[in-house]
């Protein structure tokens, strides 16, 4: 796989795996309905503070847009699936231009959860791993999956995903239930109704 962090780059001092990430971006995004303008005016200038690229041995591809340290859009490639998933602060979360919602789940114990994470025990929780975080919280936000976590994590592993689930009506916390930090490399997010139990079960093995 392979990942990067671009700060205050313009084009002509980007590497060539750099401009092949962005002219797919241009490419696989062009047809989305809604395309917010600061993709098109960021994308040209790299004015950004941060612009977070991933992509892993899955093909799947995660972009998101930090401001002032903030997530502001984020946007993930499933090729398999040919799904495209993408948020924006304060404007919702979408799959193929389809407005989309974490689960009602209130039972934590009819719960599905991904978790590649072995440091932490998961007793009695049932668990699918597909071994890409960016995807695991695509599927938290749209409500095939109810929760999520993962240590050893890195923001552009996090970044789009965590603005999908929080804009998709979820929750998003470090595992300890602090405030999440993209700084920090632990994670949980859930559908929020099962956070407080899903939180309270994996802390105690912290």
């Known amino acids: 796989g392979s990942e990067m962090c671009i700060r205050d780059r313009c084009w002509d001092k980007l ?3 750099e401009k092949y990430f962005i002219k797919m971006i241009i490419a696989l995004f062009r047809n989305l309905k809604s395309f917010h303008p600061i993709w098109k005016s960021s994308l040209a200038k ?3 503070d941060k612009l977070y690229l991933a992509s892993s041995y899955w093909g799947e591809i995660s972009i998101a847009l930090l401001y002032k340290e903030e997530i502001i ?18 404007s919702g979360a979408y799959m193929n231009n389809k407005s989309i919602r974490v689960s009602k789940k209130r039972e934590i114990s009819n ?3 991904s978790s ?28 095939r999956l109810d929760g999520f976590w993962e240590l050893g994590l890195n ?28 700084n920090k490399k632990d994670i949980v997010a859930s559908n929020s109704l099962i956070h407080g139990d899903l939180v309270n079960i994996l802390k105690c093995d912290l």
């Not at 859009?73 to 304060?90: F, L, M, Q, R, V």
């Not at 590649?116 to 699918?128: A, E, F, Q, V």
């Not at 995903?161 to 804009?167: N, P, Q, R, S, Y």
């Open 111 to 113: 719960c599905l959860f």
């Open 155 to 182: 923001p552009w592993d996090t970044a789009a995903g965590i603005l999908l689930v929080t804009e998709a009506g979820g929750a998003v916390t470090r595992i300890n239930g602090d405030t999440y930090d993209i």
């Open 15 to 17: 590497n060539n795996d």
């Open 116 to 143: 590649n994470s072995k440091k932490i025990s998961s007793d009695g929780l049932t668990i699918r791993i597909t071994g890409s975080a960016a995807l695991d919280l695509a599927y938290v936000a749209c409500g």
């Open 73 to 90: 859009s984020g946007i993930i490639y499933d090729p398999i699936k040919d799904e495209i998933y993408y948020a924006e602060k304060n």
């Open 46 to 48: 790299f004015n950004l």
